[in-house]
């Protein structure tokens, strides 16, 4: 709740949902009856039938949108339902802010009567692909190397099912941590840095000898030389994932 309700202040001002990562979001819902969002922060990415977003800082709550869903504050390791309460449960960029990974995971476990979905990422294709913190902010690949939950263990977890990877766009309008892969002077900007926990929670002075290098082949044209590839693609993998269970006899 403290990280939120100290980094969430401005984060609607670069988090909006992208409409192609939520049309996937959506696809993997299926048809999902009734959908309850765990840690929903501000709400990206909830369908029209979400019936509950669980979030627990207060701040993250004040900046959803009118006619949203009615939240609850509260932790995904004790949730405020019964079991079996919803068709589908999805927890969107969540569970390595979570303080007992199992409690929460059982929790989703007993409130979904069919599904759960969680968006989250593979540390080890993202400290590998993504130029940002390969290249540049190392300490920021130490610092998820800490908090990241390898994608095995989620799916162990979660009793099995399936992952498929998120392609992030190169005009992504959601500001998460790579967003920004083929506009880099956006990481130099300390407003879209507040929006990625990542980059927030490393803070500002362990983040400078690496934006301040960053800066420098920018302006060199050192970075467009080195990265020119991929400055030719729409999409890339940087290691996001989908994790889709499928729960019961009636799960379709």
Same mark, same amino acid.
Not at 102 to 113: C, D, K, P, T, Y
Not at 219 to 244: K, M, Q, S
């Given at each position: ?16 949902? +992208? #409409?192609?990562? !939520? ?12 959908? *309850? ?33 009615? %939240?609850?504050? %509260? ?7 019964? =079991? ?6 999805? !927890?969107?960029?969540? *569970? ?14 007993? *409130? ?20 940002? *913190?390969? +290249?540049?902010? #190392? ?65 500002? =002075? ?39 269970? +499928?729960?019961?006899?009636?799960? %379709?």
């Amino acid at each position: 709740m403290a990280t939120y309700d100290t980094l969430g202040a401005t984060y609607t001002r670069t988090r909006r949902p +992208d #409409p192609r990562i !939520a049309a996937q979001i959506h696809a993997v819902l299926g048809d999902a009856q009734d959908v *309850v969002n765990v840690g929903a922060g501000a709400g990206s990415y909830e369908p029209p039938q979400t019936v509950l977003a669980v979030e627990p800082s207060q701040v993250m709550i004040s900046q959803r949108p009118a006619g949203a869903a009615p %939240a609850v504050q %509260a932790v995904a390791e004790n949730l405020p339902l019964r =079991d079996n309460a919803t068709d589908t449960v999805m !927890a969107l960029l969540t *569970v390595h802010h979570w303080t007992d990974l199992n409690a929460g995971i059982r929790e989703l476990r007993r *409130v979904a009567r069919r599904r759960i979905v969680v968006l989250t990422w593979d540390q080890r294709v993202f400290r590998e692909r993504f130029w940002l *913190v390969r +290249d540049y902010l #190392p300490e920021v690949a130490s610092y998820d190397d800490l908090r990241a939950v390898p994608v095995d263990q989620l799916l162990d977890l979660l009793g099995g099912g399936r992952q498929e990877p998120v392609p992030v766009p190169h005009d992504c309008v959601d500001g998460f941590g790579a967003a920004y892969w083929r506009r880099p002077d956006a990481y130099l900007d300390p407003q879209v840095r507040a929006g990625v926990s990542m980059l927030a929670q490393t803070g500002d =002075d362990a983040l400078a000898p690496g934006l301040n290098r960053l800066a420098d082949d920018l302006r060199t044209g050192r970075w467009r030389t080195r990265y020119a590839e991929l400055l030719t693609l729409g999409t890339i993998d940087v290691g996001y994932r989908l994790l889709v269970t +499928d729960l019961g006899p009636s799960a %379709a």
